[in-house]
């Protein structure tokens, strides 16, 4: 690793993406790796610090996730975090069980103030706790720094061989200093300089892509979306004309936004790319027909896609390197990076099909969390419009119609989206609902309307507030807004005939329906 890196080792915990994102809004770059990651790798890598995340698991148990004490010896500061703290004190020969009083949501925490995780941080701070265990013995050699009226060790340290364990969580931001907490880690313990930031990531990737391309022809796959809008941008800033951007009117867009990217994008708009729109809704439909399996439709929707490039690459010439905006949290869901387990084969990742006809392949938002690309974006000039827009999946529409995609039903939630994003926006609550769109289900009940029978499919109605996209709530949206929404869908789009507000949360549902 060439740039001062900390690492975060997963242990499983719902959290742990957002581990990584605070530590590199401290400025510092992070990165995650599963907890399995080979003692002898991660000392090559040379990390200024690690992190252990919290994790489902007792660490008592037999086979639950573990490490080995060489961990705690390498002469890099370690962080454990809830899970990460038992098994800290666990492995180093601390005693962690099952704690009589569960402790779960904002607590009171009594911190020491002199502990180098907690300078500048008044005693009690209010710290978001969610554990079954506690320890109930530090280690030898560490001493206590912070309890709760329940936790007789909520944090304990090790100054000598930097080593700390905190039973609570500073990532999430119930705990009110968590940032600052984090950041005494990285700053206080790790003694990282902090050069993590966005205006060096822009000159960086300009240049690392400039020398890895050189005279050499690029495609870019626009999909008018945040991330490949960045990717592009920044291509076309490094390579200029060398860049080709196409894009896929895949027949699984919002209503209209075919146009929307063009008008951008296009000669009329104020980039200076070599700009293909290529009209393949045919095309996929066709390959579509028949096809309810949500895995086999993102497969084949994704795979449809790297075939119309090449087939574009083919009339364009010689091509040697395919752009896509894949980000990071689509590598660690799609179970490439950490440890969590793959939900949904990512369309930009996993979706993949192993041939791929070009030289290679360049991500250059691979490292970033969406907020980054954001930043990344407002960086290279792309308007605020095109940079905070609302994330729209790869395989589009496809995984917003439940079962089957037909042309019809395409037809059916682009409008009844269409009018539910007006209505939302006329509302103002379009910058406070962090996602929202309608979706097909799958359910054709009957209704009745002017006196006739119906027997039409249901619209659902989609709309959560969600920090990282990895955990989400539904938005709570006042109900005359949504009947607003369900009399203008029943009436203006043909063959719905009933309208239902989603209330699922992520977990145990996904934000996209499928
Ligand atoms: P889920 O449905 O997994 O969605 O809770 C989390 C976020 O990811 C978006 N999403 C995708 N984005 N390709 C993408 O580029 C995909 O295949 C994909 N699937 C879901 C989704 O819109 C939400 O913001």
Redesign the pocket.
Known sequence: MGRETVIVLDFGGQYNQLVARRVRECNVYCEIYSYRTDIGKIREMKPKGIILTGGPNSCYEEGAPSCTRELFELGIPVLGLCYGAQLMQHVLGGKVERAAVKEYGKTEVYVEPSSPLFQGIESPTVCWMSHNDYISGAAPGFSICAHTDNCPVAAAENREKQLYAIQFHPEVLHTVKGKEILSNFVYGVCRCSGDWRMDSFVEDSIREIREKVGDGRVLCALSG?V?SSVAAVLLSKAVGKQLTCVFVDHGLLRKNEGDEVEAVFGPSGAYDLNFIRVNARQRYYKKLAGVEEPEAK?KIIGEEFIRVFEEEAKKIGAVDFLVQ?TIY??VV?SGLGGESAV??????VG?LPDYVDFKEIIEPLRDLFKDEVRKVGLELGIPEYLVFRQ?????GLG?RIVGEVTEDKVRIVQDADAIYREEIAKAGLDQEID?YFAALTNMRSVGVMGDERTYDYAVALRAVRTVD??T?EAAEIPFAVLQRVMVRIINEVRGVNRVVYDLTS?PP????FE
């Open positions: 979306g991330d993102r905006g949290p689509d869901e939900i949904k084969s990512h369309h930009n979706g994330p729209f999946p790869g395989p995984v996602q996209f990895m989400a992520k549902g996904t934000i996209e």
